[in-house]
Antibody, heavy 120, light 107 residues
Framework: QVTLKDSGPALVKPTQTLTLTCAFS??????????VSWIRQPPGKALEWLAR???????FYSTSLKTRLTISKDTSENQVVLTMTNMDPVDTATYYC????????????WGQGTMVTVSS | SYELTQPLSVSVALGQTARITCGGN??????VHWYQQKPGQAPVLVIY???NRPSGIPERFSGSNSGNTATLTINRAQAGDEADYYC??????????FGGGTKLTVL
């Protein structure tokens, strides 16, 4: 059974760096042709894709946020980590990690989401 | 950058057919995926690559894609189908793009 569990701090202060972790099981990011992405959703608003890391360590970033984002994978720990610098109240959102098979781009399995509030 | 346009809301009578559109420049040349999201829950993939249903998704859900419009069709709509629906594509210049979402109301 494939599962993803996203986690991170519930509250961060403006200008701080956010670190999110996606712990997954049921597949390997080093041997299977899979990708893991981060996607966020501000309260009451639409989904917004942030970043993706592929099984071969290729990385892709949202054009509008790429200067603030870093995505990495730890294959030995079955984790994907996203950092976002210089957090602002507009970054308040639920952050999801999700899996997609390479070559598909469809997100077939999602984490439950972790809500992050940016406030002083 | 590439954009996908969805209606904010669609209403359908119980048992009737709902159609949710997703507009984009030549979207027919791309693979479109559809997600269902109920309040407080993570999105669920209901259609991938235009017309394919993941296992566990009812046959009442179907998709089509041609020209500048992709469509998610829900036959015999049920109360449990009430949700937000998002379309999504991969674009070579923008990477992953989501539509703005459509709220489906079953009357």
């Amino acid at each position: 059974q494939v599962t993803l569990k996203d986690s991170g701090p519930a509250l961060v202060k403006p200008t701080q760096t956010l670190t999110l972790t996606c712990a997954f099981s049921g597949f390997s990011l080093s041997t299977s042709r899979m990708s893991v992405s981060w996607i966020r959703q501000p309260p009451g608003k639409a989904l917004e894709w942030l970043a993706r890391v592929d099984w071969d360590d290729d990385k892709f970033y949202s054009t509008s946020l790429k200067t603030r984002l870093t995505i990495s994978k730890d294959t030995s720990e079955n984790q994907v980590v996203l950092t976002m610098t210089n957090m602002d109240p507009v970054d308040t959102a639920t952050y999801y990690c999700a899996r997609s098979p390479v070559g598909s781009s469809a997100f077939d399995i999602w984490g439950q989401g972790t809500m992050v509030t940016v406030s002083s | 950058s590439y954009e996908l346009t969805q209606p904010l809301s669609v209403s359908v009578a119980l048992g009737q057919t709902a159609r949710i559109t997703c507009g984009g420049n030549n979207v027919g040349s791309k693979n479109v995926h559809w997600y269902q999201q109920k309040p407080g829950q993570a999105p669920v993939l209901v259609i991938y690559r235009d017309t394919n249903r993941p296992s566990g998704i009812p046959e009442r859900f179907s998709g089509s894609n041609s020209g500048n419009t992709a469509t998610l069709t829900i036959n015999r709509a049920q109360a449990g189908d009430e949700a937000d629906y998002y379309c999504q594509v991969w674009d070579s210049s923008t990477a992953v793009v989501f539509g703005g979402g459509t709220k489906l109301t079953v009357l």
